[in-house]
Nanobody, 114 residues
Framework: QVQLVESGGGLVQAGGSLRLSCAAS????????MGWYRQAPGKQRELVAA???????NYADSVKGRFTISRDNAKNTVYLQMNSLKPEDTGVYYC????????WGKGTLVTVSS
């Protein structure tokens, strides 16, 4: 059983930056696929960025050039550096990993004010 705990959300003005962290526990092995999804009010959950243990990354078009996903395999921890934030980036950000099954964190709220 894998547990994911996110941190780093908060309120920021447009143009600002935030860094999210997500630590996975419950596995002695490196978890290959980890990433971040977000859900804005009234919208479906969407992929923001994903990364493999080999550092292969994938980004939503809306965040390319502004967000950077990275990870520490030794800690099974994934990070999301978010720069040049926009009000449309507001939402609950969920950490995700696939380790046999799909696992989700409880989410951390990011609010970007205009």
């Amino acid at each position: 059983q894998v547990q994911l705990v996110e941190s780093g959300g908060g309120l920021v003005q447009a143009g600002g930056s935030l860094r999210l962290s997500c630590a996975a526990s419950g596995s002695r092995f490196v978890i290959n696929n980890m990433g971040w999804y977000r859900q804005a009010p009234g919208k479906q959950r969407e992929l923001v960025a994903a990364i493999t243990s080999g550092d292969r990354t994938n980004y939503a078009d809306s965040v390319k050039g502004r967000f950077t996903i990275s990870r520490d395999n030794a800690k099974n921890t994934v990070y999301l550096q978010m720069n040049s934030l926009k009000p449309e980036d507001t939402g609950v950000y969920y950490c995700y990993c696939k380790f046999g099954l799909d696992y989700w964190g409880k989410g951390t709220l990011v609010t970007v004010s205009s």
